[in-house]
């Protein structure tokens, strides 16, 4: 029973690594889809905003709308071991294209040797299947890719496939961090398109129409500016505050107290434990100071 347990866990959690998350009530971002629709020559698009921007839920929103054959891949820790990067990348394209019988090729100790060869002669397989017969591309999306350890060179890996796109193949790559130094060649050849935190967070204009689609009670105009203005943009913090509105009447006064409270919260447990230790203990030891140069951090 115990190894019966442990199987369905693992199974959930593969299920969860490569199927596209399950969004509800999304606000649809027009003006993000029409930017990333503007390359449409670029087989590359980076992702690159932090925790909480909206970046998977643009991405989910965007597949919504194509209704195009899709492979999403969730990176995580697992993928510093490339065999079980190889294993998952199966599972996600026969999840995809359970009609193809015929097995993948699949990795051994012999291909070690050359694994640049073996990931080429993979993808290409990986790409064939993903195609749609139609007008519209299939598409690949890496999502999370900031917790990729490249301690065995799961960068490397990447650049790979992404040296092989055909022309009916688009790969989106979802980020906290900006491209490696892997893809530099990429990106001076202009095959990335780069969707950053300045593209990504929501305008004044936005953040009104998200909130009023978390909130059905529309708050007064000074609020809303104030709303706007303490997160700069940042989804989850609209969200937040937007869900807060719906159980009580949010007043310009109090807007200060929500953040310290529930976006704290969020920050918390969501962007500050996943962060690497050694900027845990930066982050620690400047927040005592109003103001951080970098000298002081030094």
Not at 93 to 109: G, Y
Not at 191 to 217: G, M, V
Not at 266 to 286: H, R, S
């Amino acid at each position: 029973a115990g190894l019966s347990r442990n199987s369905n866990t693992g199974n959930l959690a593969s299920m969860t690594k490569i199927n596209r998350p399950n969004i509800s009530n999304i606000y649809r971002r027009t003006r993000l889809i029409d930017l990333i629709e503007s390359g449409p020559n670029i087989p590359i698009t980076w992702v690159n905003a932090p925790g909480g921007a909206g970046k998977t839920t643009l991405m989910v929103d965007y597949l919504l709308k194509k209704k195009s054959p899709h492979l999403w891949y969730q990176v995580d820790e697992r993928d510093s071991d490339i065999a079980s990067f190889f294993h998952h990348m199966t599972q996600a394209i026969q999840s995809v294209c359970p009609q193809n019988k015929e097995r993948l090729p699949r990795l051994a100790q012999v291909h070690y040797a050359n694994l640049p060869a073996f990931t080429k002669n993979y993808f290409e397989e990986i790409f064939n299947r993903l195609t749609l017969s139609g007008k519209e591309k299939g598409i690949l999306v890496f999502d999370n890719f900031q917790d990729a350890d490249n301690r065995f060179g799961f960068y490397d890996i990447i650049s790979e496939v992404l040296e092989i796109i055909p022309t009916d193949i688009k790969i989106f790559i979802l980020s906290r961090n900006a491209p490696p130094i892997q893809l530099a060649r990429l990106k001076a050849s202009q095959q990335i398109q780069l969707i950053q935190w300045e593209d990504i967070r929501f305008n004044r204009s936005e953040s009104q129409q998200l909130i009023a689609l978390q909130n059905s009670a529309d708050p007064e105009e000074k609020t809303l500016e104030m709303i706007h203005q303490k997160t700069e943009g940042w989804a989850a913090g609209l969200i937040l505050l937007a869900r807060q509105m719906r159980s009580t009447t949010l007043h310009f006064g109090e807007i200060d107290h929500l953040i310290k409270e529930d976006i704290f919260d969020y920050l918390a447990l969501e962007i500050f434990e996943q962060t690497d230790p050694l900027v845990q203990e930066l982050l620690l030891k400047t927040s005592f100071a109003e103001k951080v140069s970098v000298e002081l951090a030094t």
